[in-house]
Antibody
Framework: QVQLQESGPGLVKPSQTLSLTCTVS??????????WSWIRQHPGKGLEWIGY???????YYNPSLKSRVTISVDTSKNQFSLKLSSVTAADTAVYYC???????????WGQGTLVTVSS | EIVMTQSPATLSVSPGERATLSCRAS??????LAWYQQKPGQAPRLLIY???TRATGIPARFSGSGSGTEFTLTISSLQSEDFAVYYC??????????FGQGTKLEIK
């Protein structure tokens, strides 16, 4: 059973960089056919995709966030990471990591982590 | 960008009754549509993919239908644990994929 777990600071100051890591267990991140994704959910709102990465390092970002987002992968640690720069209060959200099956649907999700942007 | 519109925003149904949730795409997504269930404080859970295929472990009371631009999620006999928010997601438009805004299914 694949499991994903987000980790990182729950509080980030405005203008700083939000950094989160997702650790994958129960399966290899290097397995072909899966895209490792970040999705966020503003309080009381719907789901917004941030971007995703293939184990080879190929990335795809939401155009609305592209200038501020970097997603990377560390296959040796079975982890992938999110960096979102120049954050504002509008970036306060629950951040989920998820596995996207063959560029289609999301079949496994982390539990999510709340990140608050505040001074 | 393909816009996914779900209706209604909130649906009130009594336990044991049938619930029908709708999702409309702004352009055809073929059958490349998934449904998710999200309970408070939890991550979304995959229910349906390919518009009509139940994910592993999903009870038979959940069914999906539709293709092109019109999709439906039906819950045949609502159980207490089914009251949640439901999202549709299209994955036809590589590399962008979009979610609907959600339908909250509440107890009547």
């Amino acid at each position: 059973q694949v499991q994903l777990q987000e980790s990182g600071p729950g509080l980030v100051k405005p203008s700083q960089t939000l950094s989160l890591t997702c650790t994958v267990s129960g399966g290899s991140i290097s397995s072909g056919g899966y895209y490792w994704s970040w999705i966020r959910q503003h309080p009381g709102k719907g789901l917004e995709w941030i971007g995703y990465i293939y184990y080879s390092g190929s990335t795809y970002y939401n155009p609305s966030l592209k200038s501020r987002v970097t997603i990377s992968v560390d296959t040796s640690k079975n982890q992938f990471s999110l960096k979102l720069s120049s954050v504002t209060a509008a970036d306060t959200a629950v951040y989920y990591c998820a596995r996207r099956y063959r560029a289609q649907y999301f079949d496994y999700w982390g539990q999510g982590t709340l990140v608050t942007v505040s001074s | 960008e393909i816009v996914m519109t779900q209706s209604p925003a909130t649906l009130s149904v009594s336990p044991g009754e049938r619930a029908t949730l709708s999702c409309r795409a702004s352009q055809s997504v073929s059958s490349n549509l998934a449904w998710y269930q999200q309970k408070p404080g939890q991550a979304p859970r995959l229910l349906i993919y390919g518009a009509s295929t139940r994910a592993t472990g999903i009870p038979a009371r959940f069914s999906g239908s539709g293709s092109g631009t019109e999709f439906t999620l039906t819950i045949s006999s609502l159980q207490s644990e089914d009251f949640a928010v439901y999202y549709c997601q299209q994955y036809n438009n590589w590399p962008q994929y979009t979610f609907g805004q959600g339908t909250k299914l509440e107890i009547k």
